[in-house]
């Protein structure tokens, strides 16, 4: 536990404080990718395919080439003398299918949307005439959309080379599934559709790249999540250094997922760069964003869950396919997303036996990746589905079968079924205070008044385990160099303000703020002394970015330990200089005070001392006013927060369209270091999974063909459809940290569209309707449920 | 995207951008309030040589509102026809339509005119024009002509207009103080455009449906007029259980739905008879 000032009113840890940055932002100060600007800058843009499936017969540029303003077109066979083709291997994936992947098209197409050949010109617009006097012919091929048919015999390849659509099987078997289905009570079964979608950033992906070749230096910006795997990456694929290459992400708009990955188009313009001599920016319209942005969560499940007569949950069985799209994402791979759906599955609960298996396919569209919650949405509301129909099967309280069944290892840890490791959860907690905050019986108590009154309202809740601050055994044992560890610099200036520097990344999620909170009560000085960078690999340490919940897991301890780190050199410079013992010193508010907290020398006479007069100090001493600290977690693969999330939902019997009334969370986070950001990360998450629920989706047709080419189509939730969302926390400490603290960023997202779910389907069972097992929740499929009787009895 | 590039004119009388569009014909395009042409020119969904943008006309900024009826000129803006009509009468149907058009900030921009002219099979100001029995006021090189709404619409964003003629202005006229006005449409998202929606009116003298007028959208290519359910109304008493279900009905046996890919013509169906039961609820209530 932090010793200090924690828990004290000065305390900034715990402290709601806005996100400092937000002000610069929202009054439009922002530095997005698009406001960077360099001298002799050209931009890009991209001839795509149009079709999901072709070989490529013809590719002429010359008539584009000669296109007002162009300086360049550019295909495969330009970039390839600069620039290697790459395959996603993991050895966490045994078996996984590897097709070569070029950042502009190689003599065929396997999506539509995929870079076909780059032209760069004066201006974007110039660039945009230049592509549509390329001349391309191609012979179609034959596609596959449906994933759930590309194992078919006579399914079209595509990748004829690798001689099969199969990427990768996952299985899984713990206990003895057959005799627990045998001996079961009550056993439910569904087919679950998920559908395609993906996590819209409202500032879209883009790049901009500047080679310089006297110091054979690549400097790039880029709107990512994680600029050091994106330098480390460049440099491979370019043949540089790393300490060659440069990467800043300056502010970021959102990033969900969609910005973690090495994208081909955003290579081809640093191959570009460094053929041209010429910085090249490359910014995604929307069309580009929902194309060839990965999507997610593209599955379908047969599951099936056992019960025994006291309504204890014995074991589940599920069967999924994945579809993934063209190619498996570099470099994690969107296996991770089957992975963590399969072993989520069931994870609030104590199940003595469980299989799962999935099909991981590859099909003609757009690459699939982690979207926000990896994998864990899907199994969640195939588990909360399933338990819902066995309470109701039972005919009981949805909540008291949940209640009986959960999985609380209490001071100790153990497995899930799946093979989770858990510990310090507090699912009872969390539902006792859901219940609360709801006002459960009197909320009952309206909904049964309103039912009667004729309106069609549904309730319905979802449990969850989320898997958060994934450590370094994930990614370093299958060999894939992702950085699990963080890294914070810090450094006194001589004004006594800190600078600091940090492996994390900011997305607007309000990591900044919370770093600079432990720094503040770790050091011992105010917040706003504290200017902290992020995003920068020329002066940053080299560490994870932002992906899997890791900022105040991993970020926040990184940031108190370097502050505690910090503040102990401070007080020894303290102390030589005063001729004091540093025991008898302490740091508060920026001053070094005694143990009365008498004020014996403030934080910046002494830096002041340090920088320009460290010839007061005694001989021998040497002040370092800077230190950094890699923090890596040596225990837990990961660390599992819990929570619940409930949803009241009405339907219109005449059209079908689903209005959420009111959405409510409890979450567990472990230490919160910031409540405001915190909640706002698990509003922000909810939307997106009510977004899911009812209307977000890739829609392609049965050939693969592309629908959705606008925020017109693609539907995202907005203000006017979004219920208030209320949060309420539980703090269970992590017990293997000094602050306690779990990942909070993405428990939003994993259960709402789950919570949506069964309330869709509370609703329509009150009313005697079908039941729907497939998201998005669009208002025909409503509907026609509202309309089917067959379960009527 | 960009825009494909274009040639930008800027006229200030009606008779310069008439003479404009009769040099240039199908090369141009007329820009009122741009929040649909520019989307569709970004996107490259259209690339017109030359754009005439009508915004310095002052002369079309005009709106009255009379004893004979509201006279919208081209250049006012849904939300200005909005205030005014409100403020006349809060029940008419333009009052009711108008918040459904877009957002908020996007009716601001955006003009009457400019929807009617767009065409768009899945606006509301089209089918409200049909019902109204609008007047669209035309001009061309040859001077001044006026169509019906139901003869402008011709199809998918088609319309009578000629290459060579400015929409200049629409004329609604005032109905009786027996009308009554319904308008309900369905939309996944609030400001998106309809799944399905009906303008309608209805002439009640002693709570009997002496005449009605019910007009679809987003139920065929251009608004779409039920008149096979009107039929079935006419005459009826406003609380005639029969003759409502024999509209719906002839509603479902009337309305030839194109087959929609995202929702299905059986969907749209089955708005369309739930559509027809709000609006004679909506008639039922005093207005
Ligand atoms: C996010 C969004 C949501 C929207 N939702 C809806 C909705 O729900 N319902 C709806 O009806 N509309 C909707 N719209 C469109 C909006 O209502 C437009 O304002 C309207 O359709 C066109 O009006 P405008 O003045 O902007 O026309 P412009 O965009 O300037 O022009 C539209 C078309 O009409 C032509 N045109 C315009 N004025 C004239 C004229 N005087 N003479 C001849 N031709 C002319 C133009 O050449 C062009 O082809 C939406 C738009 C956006 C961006």
Redesign the pocket.
Known sequence: MPDRLLGSTEAQIGASRPRARSRALLAGRGRYLDDINLPRQVHAAFLRSPVPAAVIDRLEVSAAARSPGVVAVLTWADLAPVCQAWRTLSAAFPGLAAPEQTPLANGRVTSVGEPIALVLAASRALAEDAVAAIELDWRERPAVGVATAALAADAPLVHPELGSNLAWRFAAETGDVAAAFASAATVVEERFVFSRHTGVTLEPRGILAAFEPSEGRLEVWASHQMPHQLQLHLGELLELAMSQVRVTASDVGGGFGVKMHVYPDEVAVCAAARLLGRPVKFVADRLESLMSDIHAREHVIEARLAVDAEGRLLAIDAKGVQGIGSHSVFPRSSTVETLMAMRTLGAPYGLAAARAQADVVFQNKAMTGQYRSVGHPIACAVTERLVDMAARARGEDPLAMRRRNYLEPGDGRCRTALGLEVFDLSHVACLDRLEALMGLPALRQSVAARRQAGEVLGLGFAAFVEMTATGSEVYGMAGVPVAAADTIQLAVEPDGSLKASASLSELGQGTDEGLVQVLADAVGVAPERIGLEMGRTASGPHGGGAWASRGAAIGGEAAWHAGRKLRGQILAAAAALLQTPAAALDLVAGCIVDAQRHERITLAALARTVHFAGHEFPQGTLPQLQVAHHYRREADIAIPTNGIQAALVQLCPETGLVRCLQHWVVHDCGRIINPLLAGEQVRGGVVQGIGAALFEHCRYDAQANFLDGSL?DYLVPMAMEMPDIAVGHVETLYRGSTLGAKGAGEAGTCAASAAVLNAVNDALAAVGGGRLAEIPLTPPLVLAALNDRSNAG | MKPAPFHYLAPATVEAAVALLAEHGDEA????????????LALRL?A?AILVD?NRIGA?ERQSIDAAGYSFG??V??ADAWAAVRADDPAHLLARALP????QA??H???????L??A?P????PACAVCLDAEIE?AGPAGRRRLTADAFFEGL?TTA?RPD????GVHVPRLGPDTRFGFDEV?RRH????ILGLAARALVVDGCIKDCRLVYFGAGARPVVATAAQAALKGAALDDGHAHGRAAAAVMGELAIDPDLRYGATYKRQLATALLKRIIGQWKAPQ
């Open positions: 017109a | 395009a007329v820009l009122a309030g741009g929040q649909s042409l520019m989307p569709m259209t017109p009508i079309l081209a250049l803006r849904h459904h058009v877009a957002h996007i009716r921009r955006g003009t009457i005119c400019g929807s002219a767009l768009d899945a606006a509301e100001l035309l964003y207009r003629e400015l929409v200049v939309a400001g998106d455009y309809a």
